[in-house]
């Protein structure tokens, strides 16, 4: 009977331990959090696939080689091209599978999303309640095979070294528990689906040069995890590929951690009327480019990742809602969170926002013009509805900030994890967060390309390595 360590227990060291004992193998199961899942209940659940019963049903023609393209134009050919083709050809069979242990998706799904740059089909699909369906879903499969003596859960343990032999291959995986109780595990094989590191300042800057850390206050992206496997000598790249998401607000501009995902810039949902201006005062790009990819970029160039979202009465009284919150509680941030922004005049404004005043009026002004001649003539701008001339005047602090790490352990086409000579490690493999999200995605952000491969290299290696 094969023995596996599952270092993990969130949305890609559940389904591989289930899957592992779904196939007769003897799993250990060790969490460093309190309760299993990770990230799911705060998780989308998006997952992009070609060639499911979804699309089936609908009568969608879609192929794994269209989805793999899709995915190498979107992100300019710079992820991994051997670790998403491996991502693209199981990802249906994860969807089915899904299905099969009772996660519902909405009747009209696969969709086509406009919240990253659009694949060219409907592949696209996240649960009825999110992630936290497919938490729901797993939970009776784990406690089942626990009851059965085939997964042995310990929570409240977190892996603490990686030990090697000679030839580079794992001899053990020690642990410790809450009460400090070190214990060392050996088994046939070992998989590393231990999270991130974006709640570690420190590592992020050393993993990811020359950019920031903004990011939500989330516990268990603590990157320990991380810390052990470069000491064990694993190779862990990706982070000059990061690109943080567009939306996030800090709810205290003195902590990193505390941004929320809080503003609408999706165009195709909502078409600006706002503009976006740099901590020069001046605009940067056309808030309505149809591509996200082109809109994330042009942020991500700004200085410390950050733009102000800039308006005025008129068009806070008459625009649908750019924040997640209705009038009321727009004030009451504007009233007690700094970066909501309200002035009586320009010259107001400007003060709190910190900006050059020249540039800022200049900024102002010629947009005027620009709305009064219906043609941007910077930026190509298309949205036009009216002019930012009736005060009060409002800013929003923005920050382009990272959910998922963008680093991660280095792996080869089948998930084994690499050590800092490039050589495969041979009873060592790497999924999820862990290996980085960059790795699939490369610079840019593709839908359904995070909790999709997360689920996918989770369920297929505890698949693959019960039969091992």
């Not at 659940?45 to 192929?63: F, H, M, N, P, Y």
């Not at 990157?223 to 800090?250: P, S």
């Amino acid at each position: 009977m094969t023995h596996l360590v599952v270092i993990g227990a969130g949305m890609a060291g559940l389904p591989c331990a289930i899957r592992a004992a779904d196939a007769g193998a003897q799993v250990t199961l060790i969490e460093s959090a309190d309760n299993v899942g990770g990230k799911l209940p705060r998780s989308s659940g998006q997952i992009s696939a070609a060639g499911t019963r979804l699309q089936a049903e609908k009568g969608i023609v879609d192929s794994a080689d269209d989805h793999f393209a899709d995915v190498m134009r979107i992100c300019h050919e710079t992820a991994d091209p051997n670790v998403v083709r491996l991502a693209v050809n199981h990802a249906a069979a994860t969807v089915d599978w899904l299905q099969d242990i009772g996660v519902r998706f909405p009747p009209d799904h696969p969709v086509i999303s406009y919240n990253h740059d659009v694949y060219r089909t409907r592949r696209y699909q996240w649960p009825v309640e999110k992630g936290k369906s497919i938490l729901a879903a797993l939970r009776p499969l784990l406690a089942a095979h626990i009851k059965a003596g085939r997964i042995d859960l310990h929570l409240n343990t977190a892996m603490t070294a990686i030990d090697r032999d000679a030839e580079g291959a794992v001899t053990a995986i020690r642990v410790q528990n809450a009460d400090g109780a070190e214990e060392t595990l050996q088994a046939d094989a070992y998989v590393m689906t231990c999270g991130g590191y974006t709640n570690d300042p420190e590592l992020f800057r050393e993993l990811t040069p020359r950019k920031p850390v903004f990011a939500a206050h989330i516990p268990i992206s603590n990157g320990k995890a991380t810390r052990v496997a470069q000491a064990a000598g694993l190779q862990v790249d990706g982070g000059d590929h990061y690109m943080g998401m567009l939306g996030g607000v800090l709810m205290d501009p003195d902590d990193p951690l505390s941004v929320t995902f809080a503003l609408n810039t999706v165009p195709q949902d909502r078409p600006p009327w706002e503009i976006w201006v740099n901590t020069s005062g001046e605009r940067f790009t056309r808030e309505d480019h149809p591509s996200a990819t082109h809109r994330e970029h042009a942020v991500n160039a700004q200085d410390n990742l950050t733009f102000f979202i800039v308006f005025d009465e008129g068009i806070r009284q008459n625009a649908p809602l750019i924040t997640a919150t209705n009038d009321a509680a727009l004030k009451q941030l504007i009233d007690s969170n700094p970066s909501y922004m309200q002035g009586d005049t320009i010259a107001d404004l400007v003060q709190k926002m910190g900006v050059a005043p020249d540039r800022f009026t200049n900024t102002i002004a010629h947009y005027n013009q620009v709305v009064a001649m219906r043609h941007d003539t910077a930026f190509g701008r298309e949205s036009l509805p009216r002019a930012i001339d009736t005060p009060p005047y409002y800013a929003i602090q923005s920050v382009a900030f990272a959910m998922p790490s963008p680093a991660g352990v280095a792996v080869d086409g089948d998930l084994h994890a690499l050590d800092t000579d490039g050589r495969t490690v041979p009873n060592l493999f790497a999924a999820g967060e862990f290996i980085g999200n960059t790795r699939v995605m490369g610079n840019a952000y593709v839908s359904g390309m995070g909790v999709g491969p997360t689920v996918t290299f989770g369920r297929l290696l505890g698949e693959r390595l019960a039969l091992r």
